[in-house]
Every structure is written in C-alpha cells, then in structure tokens.
C-alpha cells in the first residue's frame, strides 16, 4: 500500500499511541521544515487536547536566554493547525492561517509546553457551515505554560477552512 504523507498523517491521527506520536513527530519534521530546528516534540494528541513541548535549548533563546517569543507563537500555531487538521484532514480540507495573536504574559526560561483544548461543540458547528458555505473562520487559542505551571503566553489563532474542490488557486 502506497500512502501519501497526508494519508499517513490522517491514519496516525485517528487513534496516536507514544509510537505514532514518535513517526508523526518525525513526518512533520519533513513535511514544516520551519519546524524542524526548533525540535518541538509532540506530547498528546488525542480527541480532546493536543499538547507540544518546546525544549529549552540554545536555537530556541532570544538574547536573554529565554525561549524567543518567534518560538512560542510558532508552537502556538502548530497546536492549532495539527487540531484542525486531526478534526478536519487536509487531503479534503485546506486550513491557512489568516491571523495570529500572541499576548505573552511571563518569560519563559524552562521548556514550555503548548496545549490546546478542542472544543468538540465548535468543531460541529465548523462541519455545519461547511455543509453550505465554501470556507469559514475559525478561532482557536493555544496555551502555553512552563515547568512551573506558570501561564507564558496565551496564541490565538484563526485559519480560514475550505474544502479542496472549493480552492480557486493551484498549488
């Protein structure tokens, strides 16, 4: 069975133990080279939160030798984007992000992690709209505490949905 990076990425998200998180970490790498020098890991993935930790390491620091704020926002769209796309695959819907919005509330000199709540009641009504308009918005909002549990920054999110046979545009 031939599948392709998409595919496989919805497989793995259907139902990730620690092993699929392991390969999904490894694909992503490849598929948002963006990401790669950050070596983000994901943490849990699952139908209610996905959570990813940004390791305190020195590609990760600004000039205080705190995690760059470019890096928080960073994981805080990758929570988002990988919780749409678990409920909303991307080999039949098209996620772009339209704004980001970060309000930073602590300095981060430990790993941190990114965590988002998915909001199955919100999802629905994302899959109702879709049914009769060709895109929406949608507002996601990613958390993203220290070891300490102190709230980092707070990254809002929204991406435009469409469904692929509604995208003018060619890749």
């Not at 993935?45 to 704020?69: C, M, T, W």
């Not at 009504?125 to 980092?152: A, C, F, G, M, S």
């Amino acid at each position: 069975m031939n599948l392709t990076k998409s595919q496989l990425v919805e497989r793995i998200l259907k139902k990730p133990g620690p092993m699929e998180l392991m390969v999904l970490d490894k694909i992503l790498r490849f598929v948002i080279p963006f990401n790669s020098p950050h070596d983000f890991k994901l943490m849990i993935v699952d139908e209610s939160q996905v959570s990813i930790k940004i390791p305190y390491k020195r590609s990760n620091f600004n000039h205080l030798k705190g995690i760059h704020a470019c890096a928080i926002a960073t994981v805080g769209e990758y929570c988002a984007g990988l919780s749409l796309i678990k409920e909303f695959p991307a080999s039949k819907y098209r996620p772009i992000l339209s704004n980001l919005k970060v309000e930073y509330t602590y300095q981060g000199k430990t790993e941190l992690i990114g965590t988002i709540m998915i909001d199955q009641g919100q999802m629905a009504e994302v899959r109702k709209k879709l049914e009769t308009e060709d895109k929406t918005l949608v507002e996601l909002v990613t958390t993203i505490i220290d070891k300490e549990q102190n709230k980092v920054a707070s990254v809002t999110t929204t991406w435009q949905l469409k469904r692929w046979d509604k995208v003018k545009t060619k890749l």
